[in-house]
């Protein structure tokens, strides 16, 4: 009697294997196909004709790609891998298995709207209990974009450039002046053909065949250089007032420095998290977050319907402008002040000295009282625990580190992904959690 169990590879089953058996009761799979399965997608299904051959459909391919981003697979190939080989993968595509020409090109030119898609996910937490627009934590993080670190264009560069190329214009002005003078020398007064001067025919008529070309030579060269200058003036109204640089290979993205201290090129990735769950995201190429506070409570009003009830962040959005916005619109925020630490020491020795801008100096200090309370503390330390291990499972747990993908829209989209995979992650432990047994209908 042999000691082990009968293994052939071969062998042949009576009735074949059901992949709905081999994909366990509340996998993040089945949250996944659940929820896609809920979605609008009319948008997108109106962007495919009737014409021609049937396209695979598109809340599979949504599936397939919330559950790679969950896993940290990004790669179209990866996912076409996957397909054809994970269990998984196989039960979410229905046994299909679309190439990845054909699930990146549904990622960066179908899902157009991926902030429509992001706001029904982000529902259905709200709907379950998971936010309230209450407290609710902004941070940015810098993702490395998919372009070279070394090829990049400088504003300064441009602008040099720039410089030199119409000190140029000036200088073929110039010749084209000297030019006109030679040929008026040759002309004189005549029609250039019965000229009595020491010249012969044939030598005037050669002269002014050469100004001729010269003339025609320096057009030629200063249309060139004006070329040039209107690409560098394209160059310089793409990059804005706030950059100072952009990649070559991604337009959109900015040299600036990363979260380990190197300078790459990237986007300044902005979200706001209640109880970990994202309630708003924004691409940014403003290198400072300073600039971004306005713009993200509006997008999270605008995720949420309401007003928050309060606003968290770290010290890099202070500034006299966002005090002002945040007491205009009667929001209640932790904003601690650029130099917090010392002020607060500072205070505590009776050492603290005001600035000379009284305006900022007593917003500031009413900031300050109000983050030495226990409220306020309770904020600041809220937001350690909000934010920043959200910004951890998605850059540790997930994988997403440098985006794919090229130009601002179509980083949006990845970004909007994992945002959406990160959520539904939040849905089933929040569904565990509160004992509530998965309904996949």
């Given amino acids: 009697m042999s000691k082990f169990k009968e293994y052939q590879q071969n062998k042949i089953m009576l009735l074949p294997p059901s992949l709905e058996e081999k994909v366990p009761e509340g996998h993040l799979a089945r949250y996944i196909s659940k929820l896609v399965d809920e979605l609008s997608i009319r948008e997108i299904e109106a962007g495919y004709s009737e ?6 459909h598109p809340r599979m391919l949504i599936k397939l790609l919330l559950y790679g981003y969950s896993l940290g697979i990004r790669s179209s190939r990866r996912i076409q891998k996957e397909v054809r080989e994970d269990v998984v993968f196989m039960w979410l595509a229905g046994l299909q298995e679309p190439d990845f020409r054909t699930i990146s090109d549904f990622r960066k030119d179908r899902i157009k709207d991926i902030k429509a898609l992001f ?5 259905t937490c709200r709907e379950l ?15 490395e974009a998919n372009s070279g670190r070394n090829k990049l264009t400088y504003r300064k560069k441009l602008e040099r450039s720039k410089d030199r190329y119409e000190e140029k214009i000036e200088e073929i002005l110039e010749e084209a002046e000297k030019i006109d003078a030679e040929e008026d020398r040759l002309y004189g007064d005549k029609d250039g053909y019965s000229l009595e001067r020491e010249y012969t025919t044939d030598e005037i008529r050669k002269a002014l065949k050469k100004v001729k070309r010269e003339k025609e ?5 200063a249309e060139e250089v004006k070329t040039k200058i209107t690409t560098i003036d394209d160059k310089l109204q793409r990059m804005g007032n706030d950059r100072n640089s952009f990649g070559n290979t991604d337009h959109d993205a900015t040299l600036m420095l990363m979260k380990d201290g190197s300078l790459g090129v990237g986007y300044n990735v902005q979200m706001a998290t209640e109880n970990q769950v994202i309630v708003g995201f924004g691409v940014y190429q403003n290198r400072a977050d300073v600039h971004l506070l306005q713009p993200m409570i509006e997008e999270i009003e605008n995720n949420l319907g309401r007003e928050a009830e309060s606003i968290i962040t770290d010290k890099g959005y202070c500034s006299q402008n966002n005090y002002e916005y945040i007491e205009q619109r ?15 020491v500072a205070r505590h020795r009776g050492t603290y000295k005001y600035s000379q801008n009284i305006i900022y100096e007593k917003m500031k200090v009413k900031m300050l009282d109000f983050l030495e309370t226990q409220d306020g503390r309770q904020l600041l330390d809220r937001r350690k625990n909000d934010i920043e291990p959200t910004f951890g499972d998605i850059k540790h747990n997930m994988g997403f580190r440098k985006f794919l993908l090229r130009l601002k829209p179509k980083v949006t989209i990845e970004v909007g992904l994992i945002s959406m995979a990160h959520n539904i992650k939040k849905i089933k432990r929040w569904l565990e959690i509160q004992g509530f047994a998965p309904d996949y209908g």
């Fill in 51 to 56: 014409l021609g051959c049937r396209a695979y």
């Fill in 129 to 143: 209990g998971m936010v309230r627009c209450g407290k609710v934590s902004i941070d940015g993080t810098r993702i």
């Fill in 119 to 123: 706001k029904q996910v982000l529902e």
């Fill in 217 to 221: 030579k320096l057009a030629r060269k």
């Fill in 330 to 344: 009667g929001i209640k925020a932790a904003i601690p002040p650029q130099t917090y630490d010392y002020d607060i």
